[in-house]
């Protein structure tokens, strides 16, 4: 059985940094995806950024340069890095995770096709 916890979610104040971690557990396969997305009141959910199993990174315009995404795999940890934070960045971030796939990852990253999901920690950006 899978299962996806995030952690690191909080306040901070616009131009901070806040680090999220996302530990999984249960999945056997050698190759995967794993992303991170969000969802902002009265929106819909949106990708934010995707890796693959060899390191290969995708992200939404709106946070390229502001977010990294990376993973510790002896520690079945994704993680996603976010400096500069905006306003527009408050929501509930979810990490999700499924097995490789011939799809591109930005493709992965906009259809939002994963297995797997957490249940979110919330990140509130104010002025």
């Known amino acids: 059985q899978v299962q996806l916890v995030e952690s690191g979610g909080g306040s901070v104040q616009a131009g901070g940094s806040l680090r999220l971690s996302c530990a999984a557990s249960g999945y056997t396969g050698s190759t995967y995806y794993m992303g991170w997305f969000r969802q902002a009141p009265g929106k819909g959910r949106e990708g934010v950024a995707v890796i693959d199993s060899d390191g290969s990174t995708s992200y939404a315009d709106s946070v390229k340069g502001r977010f990294t995404i990376s993973q510790d795999n002896a520690k079945n940890t994704l993680y996603l890095e976010m400096n500069s934070l905006k306003l527009e960045d408050t929501g509930m971030y979810s990490c999700?995770?499924?097995?490789?796939?011939?799809?591109?990852?930005?493709?992965?990253?906009?259809?939002?096709?994963?297995?797997?999901w957490g249940q979110g920690t919330q990140v509130t950006v104010s002025s």
């Open positions: 999700a995770l499924d097995r490789a796939r011939p799809w591109s990852l930005r493709r992965l990253l906009v259809s939002q096709a994963f297995a797997y």
